[in-house]
Every structure is written in C-alpha cells, then in structure tokens.
C-alpha cells in the first residue's frame, strides 16, 4: 500500500524529509553523495569516482527518487560493469529499480517512473532482457537499508524474507 501519492513528485512534508536524509544517510556510508542546486539534471552517477549528485532544489519526494535511481547506476555497474549494456537499458534499470524501493517505502512514483521508462524504451522485449537485474539490484538496496541500524527500514527485511 502506498502511503505517498505521486503527484508530479513533489512533496515537502515532514515524512518525505525523514525519508530522504535517512536514505542519504545510509548510501553516504557506501557512497560520496553530492547535493547540488541549478544542476541540468536531477541527478548522476559518475563510474569513474563512483560519486552520485542530486539536485538540492528539488521538492524531497523528487529527491528520494532520484537518489534511488542513481543507487541503482552505482548498484548495477558494481554489480555487472559490463559496457556492452546499452545505456537505454541501463536508465531502464535504474529507474524500474528507483519505483520498486520506492513502492517499498510507500512512495508511489509510478506515473513519473513509467513516463521515464517509456522515454528509453527501444523494444518492448527490453523489459524482459532488464527483468532479472531489476530484481537482484532492487533485492541488493533493500538489503542494504534492510541492515541500516535506521528501524524505519529494519521492517524492508521481514517482508524480502517473505516475497
């Protein structure tokens, strides 16, 4: 059940705070993370430093999307570095990987996630190719927060034991 709305991504609640500074909190000890204002995009993900930027001037629900879509770039190529992934599928990934955590969360992005998704799309066969390394990165992260000492996301491990 999804407690946040997606609403063009935009949330500046007290929930969607604590969301997004305890998700920082938690990838900042895997990760060097960057908040930056003005950026052309929301956000990146840099191979060769391993080092993620988020735009700081973006509502925090946004943020939190964000954040989890590029985790999952930095997820992925530590997982398969392989360069002949074409880049559509890669932003496949990340994406579909950003909107399960996010659902996991309670955050709908699915109308957001889906319009992006469908941007990159070449074939619709490409979401079968993606289909499995969605899945091992999202499995990764929710562990990850899984064994954060942050009890918010303590809960994420009894419920991947069960799916």
């Not at 993370?33 to 925090?60: C, K, Q």
């Not at 957001?112 to 990159?120: D, E, G």
């Amino acid at each position: 059940m999804c407690l946040i709305q997606d609403k063009g991504l935009s949330g500046e609640g007290e929930t969607e705070h604590q969301i997004y500074y305890a998700l920082l909190a938690i990838f900042s000890k895997k990760y060097v993370i960057n908040e930056v204002a003005g950026a052309d995009n929301n956000g990146s993900f840099n191979l060769e430093t391993m080092t993620i930027t988020v735009r700081s001037d973006m509502e925090y629900l946004h943020r939190i999307k964000t954040l989890l879509h590029e985790v999952a770039h930095a997820v992925d190529f530590e997982t398969d570095s392989n360069n002949n992934i074409p880049r559509n599928q890669r932003e496949m990934i990340a994406e579909s990987v950003a909107y399960v955590i996010s659902s996991r969360l309670g955050i709908d992005t699915s109308e957001n996630s889906m319009y992006y998704i469908k941007s990159w799309i070449k074939d619709k066969e490409e979401l079968r190719i993606i289909s499995n390394r969605v899945q091992i990165i999202s499995d990764r992260i929710i562990k990850m927060l899984a064994e954060s000492k942050d009890s918010a996301f303590s809960v994420m491990e009894e419920s991947r034991k069960d799916g």
